[in-house]
């Protein structure tokens, strides 16, 4: 195949924690971060809304406390692809929580809008010459074309 097919990362020995990883996520794939986060109509109509009104705030302010303490790593890691990336935290931390907080949304979402739990899956190789991840999201029809 001519050029790139697949986008990718490298990331070298140099990284050194889990924000500094994020980062350089989010920079290599700004781009395709912003357009989905821009297209993305149930986050953009239904789930920023409901994270800015007082219920939704509090549930938010749950999980994220929840998350933040129990996968500290993680959460920096989602940290540094906001910044990297350019777009605020609680977009992306919104389409981490999709799943989560999908049932106290005023409008329900359909199955085809929230994916399904066994539609996401995550493939780890690692040996003397490579170490590669490779993620998919959860099948959401947002993702067509961002990934």
Request: hydrophobic share 40%; with cysteine.
């Amino acid at each position: 195949m001519d050029g790139e097919w697949l986008p990718s990362i490298e990331i070298g020995p140099s990284c050194n924690s889990p924000y500094e990883l994020g980062f350089l996520i989010g920079q290599r794939f700004a781009p395709m971060i912003k357009s989905r986060v821009s297209t993305d109509k149930i986050l953009q109509q239904q789930m920023l809304p409901f994270a800015l009104s007082a219920g939704g705030n509090s549930l938010i302010e749950a999980l994220s406390t929840t998350n933040r303490n129990k996968y500290p790593k993680y959460w920096d890691e989602l940290r540094g692809t906001a910044d990297g990336s350019g777009v605020p935290f609680l977009q992306v931390l919104l389409l981490n929580f999709r799943k989560e907080i999908a049932h106290f949304l005023p409008k329900k979402m359909s199955t085809s809008e929230v994916g399904n739990a066994e539609e996401c899956s995550d493939v780890l190789v690692v040996n003397s010459s490579m170490a590669l991840v490779v993620h998919n999201e959860d099948a959401n029809v947002s993702v067509l074309g961002h990934v």
